[in-house]
C-alpha cells in the first residue's frame, strides 16, 4: 500500500469510509424522509435511484440545514439537483410533498409490508402485489400458513430444520418467513444480543477451547436495538493455513440444533463455495444465517425468535471479517471502492489483497485493516454511514 497522502477524515469526503457517521446527526428529520423516497425506488427495483438516495442520506452536514445553507449542501458530494430541490421542499415546507403522496399508496404499503417477510424481497413483493395480494392475510392464505398463535409450540417449525438438515440444503421458505414474522420483526434490545452471544460461545467451548468472537452489525456501531444479531467467530492461536475452523460451524450448528436454541438454517455456506464466488483467493469464511430463541428463563418472561447470522473465520481473517460485518453497508460499499478505486486493492470481508499479483494481507488487528488500505481509523460508533 502507497503512502497516506490525500488521506484525512473530512465531513464532505467523496467516500463515506472517510468521513464520521454518527448513529444519530443534526438533520435526522429530514433522512427520515429522505428515506421514504429511498424506500419506494427500492421497493420498485429502482435501484439506482436508491443507491443516489442512500449514498446523498449518508452524507453528514455539521448542522441543521436552513435556506443559507443551500450553496454549501449543493457542494456537497452525492446531492445532485433534483435531491437538492427535495431538500429545498423540506427546509421550505418542512415535508417533501411526494413522501405524503408515497405513504397514502396502497401500492407502496403493502410492498413495504411483503419486505417484512423475512425470505421476501423486492421483486417477489412486486409479483405477489400483482397478482391482488395485499395484506399478510393474503400472503398467509396465498402460501397455506395459519397465524403463529402464543400458545403454538415450536414443532412446526422444528419439523422444518428436520427436513433442511436431512437435505443439507437451506431451507426457510417463505412459510416460514410468514410463521415466524411477528417475532422477527421486534427488535432486539442490546442485553439479549449479548445473552445470545453468551449462549453461543458457551456451547462452542464445549466443542473446541479457545475460540474467540466479537458482535458485529449494528450492534457495534451503537444501536440501541437490532434487527439482528451476526457474530464473527474464529480461534485464537491457529496459525495462518490452520483449517481446524472449518469444522466448527457445522458442528456449533447440530449442537445449537439439539438443544432447541436454533430452530432453522436458512442458508449454510461452505468454505469451498464461498472460494468459487471469489475470482482469486478467499476459502477464508463460512457463514450460516440462522433462527434463533434463547431457552426460558425460568421468569415468564416470553422468549421470541430472532434472526442470528454466525461468520466463522479462518483467524488470519478475523480482523478482516470483523471489519466487513461491521458495517453500515454504505461504510463497507465505500471501503471497497476506496480500496479498488484508489488503492488498487480489493477488499471483502473474506481478505485483502493486491490487485495486480494478488498477493493476500492478514491484518493483525483492525487498526491494522485500516491502516492496509491507508485510511484513517474510524470508530464502529462513527461508521453508521
Ligand atoms: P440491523 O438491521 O440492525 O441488523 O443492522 P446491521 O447494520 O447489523 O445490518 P446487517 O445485519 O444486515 O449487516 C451487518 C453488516 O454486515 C452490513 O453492514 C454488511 C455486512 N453484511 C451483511 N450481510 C452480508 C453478507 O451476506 N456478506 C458480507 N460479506 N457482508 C454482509
Ligand atoms: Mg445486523
Redesign the pocket.
Known amino acids: 500500500p502507497s503512502s497516506r497522502k490525500g488521506a484525512g477524515i473530512c465531513y464532505n469526503h467523496h467516500y463515506s469510509c472517510m468521513r464520521y457517521s454518527p448513529l444519530i446527526c443534526p438533520n435526522q428529520k429530514l433522512v427520515e424522509k429522505l428515506a421514504i423516497l429511498r424506500r419506494h425506488r427500492e421497493v420498485e427495483g429502482l435501484d439506482i435511484q436508491a443507491l443516489g438516495y442512500e449514498r446523498a442520506i449518508s452524507v453528514p452536514f455539521p448542522r441543521v440545514i436552513t435556506t443559507n445553507d443551500f450553496h454549501e449542501v449543493s457542494e456537497l458530494p452525492h446531492i445532485g439537483r433534483k435531491i437538492l430541490s427535495k431538500i429545498q421542499d423540506f427546509i421550505q415546507h418542512g415535508d417533501i410533498p411526494e413522501c405524503r403522496t408515497i405513504l397514502n399508496e396502497t401500492r407502496y404499503q403493502s410492498l413495504v409490508l411483503f419486505n417484512t417477510v423475512y425470505g421476501i424481497g423486492p421483486s417477489t413483493a412486486r409479483a405477489l402485489y400483482s397478482s391482488g395480494l395485499r395484506t399478510i392475510k393474503d400472503l398467509e392464505r396465498h402460501y397455506g400458513v395459519t397465524s403463529r398463535t402464543n400458545d403454538s409450540n415450536d414443532n412446526a417449525s422444528l419439523e422444518h430444520l428436520d427436513r433442511s438438515t436431512k437435505t443439507g440444503l437451506p431451507d426457510l421458505s417463505i412459510k416460514v418467513g410468514l410463521e415466524l414474522r411477528e417475532e422477527l420483526i421486534m ?2 434490545p442490546r442485553s439479549e444480543v449479548e445473552e445470545i452471544r453468551d449462549v453461543v460461545m458457551n456451547e462452542l467451548a464445549h466443542i473446541r477451547s479457545g475460540c474467540v468472537s466479537t458482535i ?4 457495534r ?1 451503537g ?1 440501541i ?6 457474530i464473527v467467530i474464529s480461534h485464537k492461536d491457529l496459525k495462518p493455513g490452520d483449517d481446524q475452523v472449518k469444522g466448527l460451524c457445522a458442528e456449533l450448528i447440530r449442537c445449537l440444533y439439539d438443544k432447541r436454541l436454533l430452530t432453522h438454517v436458512m442458508y449454510l455456506s461452505s468454505f469451498r463455495e464461498h472460494n468459487t464466488l471469489r475470482t482469486t483467493h478467499w476459502d477464508s ?1 463460512q ?1 450460516a444465517l440462522t433462527v434463533f430463541i434463547l431457552p426460558d428463563s425460568g421468569k415468564g418472561q416470553k422468549r421470541i425468535h430472532r ?1 442470528l ?1 454466525l461468520i466463522f473465520a479462518l483467524p488470519e481473517v478475523y480482523h478482516t471479517a470483523i471489519v ?6 454504505m ?2 460499499r465505500d471501503l471497497r471502492l476506496w480500496a479498488k478505486e484508489k488503492k488498487g486493492m480489493k477488499f ?3 481478505g485483502i489483497s493486491r490487485r495486480h499479483d494478488s498477493k493476500l494481507y492478514f491484518p493483525k488487528s483492525e487498526e491494522e485493516v485500516f491502516e492496509l488500505l491507508d485510511l484513517e481509523f474510524i470508530e464502529p460508533a462513527l461508521r453508521n454511514a
Open positions: 427488535r432486539i458485529t452489525g449494528g450492534y456501531r444501536k436495538e437490532s434487527n439482528d444479531i451476526d469464511l457463514k434472526r447470522d466487513g460485518w461491521t458495517g453500515s453497508t461504510f463497507e471483502d470481508s473474506s
